[in-house]
């Protein structure tokens, strides 16, 4: 049954919060452990909706899953003969699927991906996907809504310059070309925490990868790879949230397990707020001193950049600072639906191309709203919080894909945030 958050608004978030493995990596090295034959163990996995499709995926790809939610173990047992197709009704529910790509051709020769139909944020093609692979000697071609891409002699090592430093591009090629024969030179490369964690599982598998977390990665390719036991990194994006969710609500929240070196550029802003950033023994922590907010610009770009994944959290921040703030947005152009649910909880806001401008407000106003993704979702939840009165937001599955736990964590920092069907009558 549908659910939604409900959130009474006037909490200041105190306390400390955790931050599991990331969402954004965990999803694939499930992907990578198709590279091997044999049974790869991942530890510190969220406990996330997303991790339950991507474990479907590989089962219909012929391997076995086992998922222990409240330990974070995965345990993915990869026979030597594995299916390449994956099916339009998971991809559609998991956009990530498309991360067994560059895998399935490098193990099997083929991979028939559906493609993902229209994102909640913007239309993400897989050109440079297709690019990467082509350049590593697949043929690529799309039919029936498929993305099909074959190798039935291998694929070899190329040099590629992406035209954008596209996480899931950079990826797709690494996982594709650590089986490959010779050395591919990527270039242009995401740096994102999640690529370096990836090469860092796919080298304890015997892979020959070099440069993760620069522009340039090298990759030697490899006659097989081993099954590997790997703990995913830390969730940046979980543990920005919290940080925005403290600066919001005028809170000290100590994030566990966060690591600042991965959130910088985010972390500036959190001290352009006003608020001060101190490492911890455990994490990190965000301490406004109760204070209000300053409003703070934001323009969101690639690892190292602000990134997009948090631009709706600093959008909530701003719409209760003080001035006013503009947001532009670099990545993708439908991420502003957070905005016209703000203004429902009545934030002062003016869309302009791929900026926003907000004029921050003492208080919000509680209203029901809707999330229309997962970060758009628990940015609503915070705005919630800075709301009088109750907000209620629909579509509590949307938060529940990137979120572990996200009314227990909002408790535990003295929030009043609970789940409620969502047909229960509003207060
Ligand atoms: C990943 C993250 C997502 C995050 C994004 C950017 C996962 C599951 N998702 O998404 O949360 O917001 O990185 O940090 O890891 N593009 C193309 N053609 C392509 C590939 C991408 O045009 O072949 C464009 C997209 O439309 C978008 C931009 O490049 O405008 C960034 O996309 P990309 O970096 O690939 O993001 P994802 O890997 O999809």
Redesign the pocket.
């Known amino acids: 049954m549908a659910e939604r958050f409900r959130v009474v608004g006037g909490a200041s978030l105190q306390g400390e919060v955790p931050v599991w493995g990331a969402k954004?990596s965990a999803?694939k090295l499930m992907a990578a452990a198709l590279l091997a034959v044999g049974r790869t163990r991942l530890t510190n996995v969220p406990a996330i909706l997303d991790v339950t499709i991507m474990a479907e995926l590989l089962r219909r790809l012929g391997c076995t899953v086992d998922y222990d939610a409240p330990t974070g173990v995965v345990e993915i047992d990869v026979p030597e003969q594995v299916g390449h197709r994956a099916d339009y009704d998971l991809v559609r529910a998991l956009?990530?699927s498309t991360a067994v790509l560059g895998p399935l051709v490098a193990r099997t020769g083929a991979a028939d991906v559906a493609i993902p139909g229209g994102d909640a944020i913007?239309?993400?093609?897989?050109?440079?996907?297709a690019a990467g692979l082509e350049a590593l000697g697949a043929s690529v071609h799309v039919t029936h809504g498929f993305l099909v891409a074959e190798a039935p002699r291998g694929l070899s090592g190329a040099e590629i310059h992406l035209e954008?430093p596209?996480?899931?591009?950079t990826e797709n090629v690494l996982t594709a070309s650590v089986l490959a024969r010779g050395t591919t030179r990527l270039e242009n490369a995401?740096r994102e925490p999640?690529i370096v964690d990836l090469a860092e599982m796919l080298n304890s598998m015997g892979a020959r990868v070099t440069g993760a977390g620069t522009s340039v990665v090298e990759i030697e390719g490899v006659e097989a790879l081993r099954p590997t036991e790997h703990a995913v990194v830390a969730d940046r994006i979980a543990a920005g949230t919290w940080a925005f969710a403290a600066v919001a609500t005028r809170g000290t929240v100590e994030v566990v397990g966060g690591v600042p070196e991965h959130l910088t550029a985010a972390l500036e802003l959190v001290r352009a707020s006003g608020a001060t950033v101190e490492p911890t023994a455990r994490g990190f922590r965000v301490d406004t001193g109760g204070r209000r907010a300053t409003a703070f610009d934001v323009a969101t770009l690639p690892y190292p950049g602000f990134?997009?994944?948090l631009q709706p959290f600093a959008l909530a921040a701003n719409a209760v600072a003080d001035g006013s703030a503009m947001i532009t947005e670099n990545?993708?152009e439908a991420r502003f639906r957070t905005v016209q649910e703000l203004n429902r909880l009545g934030a002062e806001t003016r869309i302009d191309g791929h900026h926003v401008m907000v004029h921050g407000v003492e208080r919000l106003s509680g209203a029901p709203v809707e999330a229309s993704d997962i970060r758009a979702g628990a940015a609503l939840v915070i705005a919630g919080l800075v709301a009088d009165g109750v907000t209620t937001v629909s579509g509590a599955q949307h938060i529940d894909r990137g979120y572990a736990g996200f009314a227990e964590a909002m408790q535990g920092l003295g929030a009043d945030v609970t789940r409620e069907p969502d047909d229960a009558p509003y207060l």
């Open positions: 954004n999803l956009r990530a913007g239309s993400r093609g897989l050109d440079l996907h954008f596209s996480v899931g591009a995401a999640e990134p997009t994944d990545l993708f």
